[in-house]
C-alpha cells in the first residue's frame, strides 16, 4: 500500500466539474432503470442530476449520467441485457439518517439496519429497489453507549446486530426481477 500523498492520483485541487479523486458507478435494472434511480435518489438523498452528462444510447438505454449527492458524484447507467447484476455498494455519510431512513422506507427500500450506535458515529442501511446496499453513517446520538471493538467478546458472544444485518442482506443479494 501506498502513501496517501501519492503521485498516481489526481489532487482534488486539479479536478474539474465537482468529481473527486473517486467517483462510483452504479449499472442498474429494475423498477424505471436508470432514469427511475435518478428520481429515487433525488428524493431520498436530495441528489441533483447533472444535465449535461444525461446521454441515451441507441438502443433507449442511458449509458451514462451524473448525481450530485453533497460534494460527490455517483454515475449511472441502465444495465444493458446480457450484462450480470453488479450491485453497488454505496456509503454516505449523513446529518440525519433517520430521516433519510424514512425517505427511504417511503420510496419502497428495505431497511437492513435501523439507525445503531457504531463507533462514535451512527450506522445505518438499506436496499434500495434495484437492490444496491447503502450504508449510512451519521452522527454520535448523545445517549449512545461507546462501543468498542473486542475480537474475543465478539466470538464468545457472537456477532452484533449491526454486523449480523449486513451479512443477511449480503447473503440474500439477488437482482431485482421485472423492468
Known amino acids: 500500500m501506498t502513501s496517501q500523498n ?6 482534488i485541487s486539479r479536478l474539474t466539474g ?3 479523486s473517486l467517483n462510483a458507478f452504479a449499472a442498474v435494472t429494475g423498477p424505471g432503470g436508470a432514469r427511475g434511480f435518478l428520481e429515487f435518489l433525488g ?5 441533483v442530476e447533472t444535465p449535461e452528462a444525461h446521454a441515451v444510447d441507441t438502443d433507449g438505454l442511458l449509458i451514462h449520467s451524473e448525481a450530485r449527492i453533497g460534494d460527490s458524484c455517483l454515475m449511472v447507467v441502465d444495465s444493458k ?4 447484476f453488479t450491485p453497488a455498494l454505496l456509503q454516505v455519510n449523513v446529518e440525519d439518517p ?5 425517505r427511504a422506507r ?8 435501523e439507525v445503531s450506535p457504531f463507533y462514535a458515529s451512527t450506522i445505518a442501511r438499506f436496499q434500495d429497489p434495484w437492490h444496491n446496499v447503502w450504508w449510512l453513517f451519521g452522527p454520535e446520538e ?5 462501543l468498542e471493538w473486542d475480537p474475543e467478546t465478539a466470538a464468545q458472544e457472537g456477532e452484533s446486530e449491526v454486523h449480523a444485518t449486513i451479512c443477511r442482506a449480503m447473503e440474500q443479494l439477488a437482482p431485482p426481477s421485472g423492468p
Open 43 to 47: 428524493a431520498v438523498l436530495d441528489a
Open 18 to 20: 465537482g468529481y473527486g
Open 142 to 146: 448523545a445517549d449512545a453507549p461507546p
Open 81 to 84: 441485457p446480457g450484462w450480470p
Open 106 to 113: 417511503a420510496a419502497g427500500c428495505r431497511i437492513i439496519t
Open 6 to 11: 501519492s503521485s498516481l492520483i489526481t489532487p
Open 98 to 102: 433517520h430521516e433519510v431512513l424514512r
